[in-house]
């Protein structure tokens, strides 16, 4: 673990260098803030010689008595009596709140097998730690494997190796009793250390694991509480509290042992609820209790016809019982009304301060510009089919006679006088075929033929834009409703003409 303040890197914060024991608990598990290590004492003599030092990062703390003339502060590593040999650990408490430790745990100050403190711990003890420190994960697989091959129903939650490794503690989970006198012999042998077996219970197996409860908090029970009380569910009874294992339960499968911190605060208030008004009776039936609101003072009850929950005040409730005890039913409940005297919460009005845009505007613009992109390219495009069709009739116009040989054909037939008009409403036909010579009339009919139907053959041209073939069929068809005329014929026309 560490806390972000300090910028905790491997163990040890590079930032304040208080060496694993900042103020703000992070870095170190039960961290204790000794608010009184600056407060100055008239006989210096008569402090306290007692020092509290963790181990493991705080997993496990003892006492030891100062017996060097050296002053030792908050965090530093120092080198304790161990079995048969020594021991590291950091300190963590000094001065009278030691003593006041000592007398909460009824641990006597001149007690004669407290274990002394031998001195600073120097680079050899820190490398023998570092060396010990490592070997624990393997220690702890490799005796949770020899505890499976002898069948016994037992978890290794945490090995802690001395530092000199001579001694190793583990610490186990189990439900019953375990006959583990085959199992010490085999560790003895396989990991050349003295054993010491301790059982531990779920919470406490929890705080050495450690980890991040249902609050958004580090379990209480891996940085501060080290007394555990028995938890029922009447705790969550007296709250309150939906029966839920799911939400009752902490990280250890037990329940959570902050239901006690405010059960003394509900059952004081509980004393001014009556205790025999579980049901009422009343003239419409037998209401019954639902819950309690302490906070209120209110009992809130339920009628078997109905589903509605009634609220009464106490005097109301200590009523109806003292009638009922007389024989006598009342007509009605008399609920209370509930209104909430929480202040509704008024939105304020949005104001544009810093210049902001929304994003439905955003989309706005995007989409308008999107649609002048699309018309743009739409109008574009029949830009140029339009010149599309342009070049592809300027041939038909060719195709419809010789510029050099007088055609007279419109003028024999009456039925194509009407759409040489529409087409030369405002412009002469000679212009809008382009041809210099006045004599050709056909080509100047077969050009203006595709104006007349315009918008259909727009299309056709952006179909036929690759065959231009297409629109011969339509010149045959009106060369077979005019068959050429002799030359005979044309002289006699002239003729009658004059």
Request: aromatic share 6%; net charge positive.
């Amino acid at each position: 673990m560490g806390c972000g303040s300090c910028g905790t890197a491997g163990g040890a914060p590079g930032g304040c260098q208080s060496h694993g024991s900042c103020a703000s608990g992070s870095c170190n598990r039960m961290n204790v803030y000794d608010w009184l290590a600056n407060l100055p004492f008239s006989d210096p003599e008569s402090s306290c010689k007692m020092v509290e030092v963790s181990f493991n990062n705080g997993s496990r703390k003892d006492y030891f008595r100062n017996t060097t003339s050296h002053f030792f502060e908050k965090g530093e590593m120092i080198a304790v009596e161990g079995v048969s040999g020594f021991d590291v650990g950091s300190v963590n408490m000094t001065g009278e709140l030691v003593r006041l430790q000592l007398k909460k745990n009824n641990i006597k100050e001149d007690n004669p097998e407290i274990k002394k403190i031998l001195r600073r711990a120097n680079e050899n003890d820190l490398g023998k730690l570092k060396e010990t420190k490592a070997r624990e994960r393997d220690v702890m697989i490799r005796s949770r494997a020899i505890a499976k091959q002898l069948n016994l129903e037992m978890k290794v939650a945490e090995v802690e190796i001395q530092a000199d490794g001579r001694k190793a503690t583990f610490f186990y989970i189990a439900d019953d009793r375990v006959d583990f006198r085959e199992l010490i012999k085999i560790y003895a042998g396989e990991f050349k250390v003295k054993v010491e077996m301790r059982q531990i219970g779920a919470r406490q197996e929890a705080g050495k694991v450690g980890g991040i409860g249902s609050c958004g908090r580090e379990l209480c029970c891996s940085t501060w509480l080290t007394d555990f009380k028995s938890v029922n569910t009447n705790a969550a009874r007296y709250q309150n509290l939906s029966i839920n294992q799911t939400k009752l339960s902490g990280q250890c499968g037990r329940l959570k042992c902050c239901l006690n911190y405010e059960l003394d605060t509900y059952l004081d208030a509980l004393q001014h609820f009556p205790d025999d008004c579980d049901s009422i009776e009343i003239a419409r039936g037998r209401a019954f209790l639902v819950k309690k609101d302490i906070f209120r003072n209110l009992m809130w009850y339920t009628l078997p016809d109905s589903n509605k929950q009634y609220p009464l005040t106490l005097e109301r409730v200590n009523k109806i019982k003292s009638l009922n005890k007389q024989g006598i039913r009342p007509d009605e409940l008399e609920p209370v009304e509930v209104t909430s005297k929480k202040p509704v919460e008024v939105e304020p009005a949005y104001a544009d301060v810093v210049g902001q845009i929304s994003l439905r505007s955003l989309e706005k613009t995007s989409r308008k510009r999107r649609d002048q992109e699309r018309n743009q390219g739409q109008g574009n495009r029949q830009g140029g089919n339009d010149n599309r069709g342009g070049q592809q009739n300027r041939p038909q116009q060719n195709r419809g006679g010789n510029p050099n040989q007088p055609n007279r054909e419109g003028n024999q037939q009456p039925g194509n006088r009407p759409q040489q008009n529409r087409g030369q409403q405002n412009r002469p036909p000679q212009n809008r075929g382009g041809n210099p010579n006045p004599p050709n009339r056909e080509g100047n009919q077969q050009g203006n033929r595709p104006q007349q139907q315009r918008p259909p053959q727009e299309r056709g041209n952006q179909q036929q834009g690759n065959r231009p073939q297409q629109q011969r069929p339509p010149q045959n068809r009106g060369n077979q409703q005019r068959p050429p005329q002799r030359p005979d014929d044309r002289n006699k026309d002239n003729e009658d003409k004059k």
